[in-house]
T-cell receptor
């Protein structure tokens, strides 16, 4: 079974609007971490936001927020007020366990295009 | 700038040739990783090194070898390149055992084409 599922290969959003990128995960661990990375066309991987499995509040980092629904095993990324520079691939990832760095799984990504 | 440095950025190989991808980090991280990225498949773990002196296979290790030269450096070697190894390769590092908000720091990637 896939550990991380991103069901939206591509998304379009109008500049200044909000957009939600979907991510569901599969784990039986009680302790895990969820991450979102951005990959612009230049190719580097940029860390955006983190949510721990025990965190009760949804994580926020500037215009990024993570909509964490633990019972549904979803960790959607919300980008508010989209900008042209947000056009990129976005990857959801999960680390199982608190210290298991070899159990770090990535989804297949969502390509976001922001239209002017 | 502190971070993870990969070389080369681009490489074209002929089938059967060998090469080594270099990776170095200056963040004093214990664990280092090699991933490959293929279209529609996200990132897949090739090999990792949880700490200096140890290496282990990941999800897709066939056709690759690694060396953890010291705490800073972790190299990936293709002994006999095949077209199926055409991919973008990422090196990453992380502070092992820290837990919490410690994801990976990635290098800028190596785009490898095997013809």
């Amino acid at each position: 079974a896939q550990k991380i599922t991103q069901t939206q290969p591509g998304m379009f959003v109008q500049e200044k609007e909000a957009v939600t990128l979907d991510c569901t995960y599969d784990t039986s661990d009680q302790s895990y971490g969820l991450f979102w990375y951005k990959q612009p066309s230049s190719g580097e991987m940029i860390f955006l936001i983190y949510q721990g499995s025990y965190d009760e509040q949804n994580a926020t980092e500037g215009r990024y927020s993570l909509n964490f629904q633990k019972a549904r095993k979803s960790a959607n990324l919300v980008i508010s007020a989209s900008q042209l520079g947000d056009s990129a691939m976005y990857f959801c990832a999960m680390r199982e366990g608190r210290y298991n760095f070899n159990k770090f799984y990535f989804g297949s990504g969502t390509k976001l295009n922001v239209k002017p | 700038n502190a971070g993870v440095t990969q070389t080369p950025k681009f490489q074209v190989l002929k089938t059967g040739q060998s090469m080594t991808l270099q990776c170095a980090q200056d963040m004093n991280h214990n664990s280092m990783y090699w991933y490959r990225q293929d279209p529609g498949m996200g990132l897949r773990l090739i090999y990792y090194s949880a700490s200096e002196g140890t290496t282990d296979k990941g999800e897709v290790p066939n056709g690759y070898n690694v060396s953890r030269l010291n705490k800073r450096e972790f190299s990936l070697r293709l002994e006999s390149a095949a077209p199926s190894q055409t991919s973008v390769y990422f090196c990453a590092s992380a502070p092992q055992g820290a837990g919490g908000n410690y994801g990976y720091t990635f290098g800028s990637g190596t785009r490898l084409t095997v013809v």
